[in-house]
Nanobody, 115 residues
Framework: QVQFVESGGGLVQAGESLRLSCVAS????????MAWYRQAPGNQRDMVAS???????KYLDSVKGRFTISRDNAKKTVYLQMNNLRPEDTAVYYC?????????WGQGTQVTVSS
């Protein structure tokens, strides 16, 4: 079955960086677009960044210029490099993909940014 394992979250101060990783199994990774979402308490889950099969990327406006999504198909891994973190970036971050049958999510990794 499809499984994602996220890692790399933690507690940092404003202005610092983190890199999230998401390792996939159960899918032909190179054939799937991938995305990172985040959800803060009381908020909806929003897409932060996405990367297509061919490598094109899209970003939430508030993270443009600070976050970079990338993928390594050989390692079946998608990354989210987060620089200049802000307190408003605090959330649980999830990796995601989808196919004809629905969405697939990881378990999430907590990112907390203190001011």
């Amino acid at each position: 079955q499809v499984q994602f394992v996220e890692s790399g979250g933690g507690l940092v101060q404003a202005g610092e960086s983190l890199r999230l990783s998401c390792v996939a199994s159960g899918i032909t990774f190179s054939s799937f677009a991938m995305a990172w979402y985040r959800q803060a308490p009381g908020n909806q889950r929003d897409m932060v960044a996405s990367i297509a099969i061919g490598g094109s990327t899209k970003y939430l406006d508030s993270v443009k210029g600070r976050f970079t999504i990338s993928r390594d198909n050989a390692k079946k891994t998608v990354y989210l490099q987060m620089n200049n973190l802000r307190p408003e970036d605090t959330a649980v971050y999830y990796c995601q993909t989808r196919n004809l049958y629905g969405n697939y999510w990881g378990q999430g990794t907590q990112v907390t940014v203190s001011s």
